[in-house]
């Protein structure tokens, strides 16, 4: 951080941490984790390099507990279809179990028709989106692949509905690869070619991996995932004391931030708390980690129809169910866990289960007691309507009754706990690409660049991916008070256009943000000079990756 800025962090709740909520539960003769939001890290990609350093930085190097990639939990993962665990192939399985499995298994039904994806015809040109069980059904020419294999990974990504989902935003790699190669057979043979479209990741992958010391090779090379011994909550608790220790950080609890508008006369932006009484503050900069329907409520134009593409977000609600039983024997299978497909019959899944962990194998070392803990998910978009939800007392008795379904569980646990996480993930439905494009430039009209956003309403919903980010839209921040000093003025020529690439074509649009995931389709990146060996400077606005630590309701990080 540069040590002149001076930050203000408003939170509308009375803690920091976002969806990261870990809850430590005294047992009586020790202690059990219970993780309410995400419970694991993966360190081998881009972002989780960045997630690294930063843990190496916080100090928590120490603190971190591995799950090996020669591990149960790495290994086994399951899928439950049609009334039964199916564990999914996995080299260490060897190739005539494997292919004994894709044959006999109902849940491969149709995988056979993926050796002949290369001669479905390519997309009609004028299809700009589609869901993803609709691209993957078209690619593969059956439903049951989409239905029976991946609806079951998006329940535990997304908790979201393939049928409503964006195949452009959430499978951009496929989809880039139909359109520039006619398949995804054609693009994967092409793999090398693909991915160096996209130099951005590979910088700073590169740059991230220099910094590394030998416990950050270490985790990567010998670890699938990996969390703390006191659960993921301490990432968020170490940031946060880091942040108090610096005396130009402010942070403001329980203060809800009403409006933002832009100031012509002094070239920033007025931040107005819903406090009674409060004046307006000003701010240089305002980086918004709000979702983005919430955002669209506190953005002032003149025009009625202003960020109508951020007031379409929508999100899923989940109740996640922790568990925890004396008995150390209670799970018929050692694995990551399993998830559910939308395809199995109502009646082994009444409760709506998104799919359950098996905690104790999957973060072994956490609790100081022997025992079994699981996790179960339920909603996500099977409740889209429903108006009310379960009560914690409901959702552990139904969590309860699909361990009993699927894993013949009877026994009563010794803790359970459930929370309901509210509009907790948003939900990248079809258009979606084509609505950040909108909300970019309306944004940048109404805030002359000086709005940022963040968050997982955006482009993606994981935590690496947004601590990705983060880093990288604070140095934009740092990069342009360093240039220019404290005052910026919002010239043009400050706020240059990057080149914005499609996965389909080399359509050049001017845009400020960039810097998306793997797993977004549209790619923003840095026009360079080459010829002055200079980065062009300026600050843009950035669609940030994934979920942000500090990603709850009502939520700013401030610059000023």
Known sequence: MAPHLKVTLYEGSERLGGWLRTKRIDVGDGEVVFEQGPRTLRPNTPAGFVTLNLIRDLGLTEQVIKTDKTSAAALNRFIYYPDRLVCMPEPSQGTYAIAWKLLTEPVFKGFYKMLFEYKRPRRPRELDDESVGSFLARRTGTT??????????????????????????????????????????????????????????????????????????????????????????????????????????????????????????????????????????????????????????????????????????EAVTVMVVNLYYRDEDLLPERGFGYLIPRSIPYDQNPEFALGVVFDSDATVGQDTVPGTKVTVMLGGHWWDDFETYPDEEEGISMAKAVLQRHLKIDQDPEMAHASLQKDCIPQYTVGHEKRLKQAHYELLSAYKGRLAVAGNSYTGVGVNDCIKAAKVVASDVARVFAITGKRVSARPDLLHSSAFYTDTANEKLPSFAFDHEDSISTRFVFERSYGNEMMQKGFHLRHLNKRSLFSTDRRLRILR
Not at 158 to 175: E, P, V
Not at 210 to 232: C, K
Not at 261 to 278: A, M, N
């Open 144 to 313: 049951d692949i989409p239905n029976n294999l991946v609806s079951a990974v998006f329940h535990g990504i997304y908790a979201g509905d393939i049928y409503k989902l964006s195949a452009k935003s959430i499978t951009s790699a496929q989809w880039g690869m139909e359109g520039a190669y006619g398949s995804i057979t054609a693009g994967i043979s092409q793999m090398g070619k693909f991915q160096n479209a996209i130099p951005e990741d590979v910088d700073m992958e590169n740059e991230e991996k220099s910094l590394f010391t030998d416990n950050e090779r270490a985790i990567v090379e010998g670890t699938s995932v990996y969390t703390f011994r006191r659960g993921i909550g301490t990432l968020s608790e170490a940031l946060e004391s880091s942040l108090r220790s610096n005396p130009n950080v402010e942070i403001k609890l329980g203060e809800n931030v009403g409006k933002i508008e832009y100031d012509d006369q002094k070239e920033g932006i007025k931040v107005y708390t819903t406090q009674t009484g409060e004046p307006p503050t000003f701010h240089s900069y305002v980086i918004s980690t709000l979702s983005g329907r919430t955002l669209s409520t506190l953005t002032t134009a003149s025009d009625d129809s202003f960020l109508t593409s951020l007031a379409e977000t």
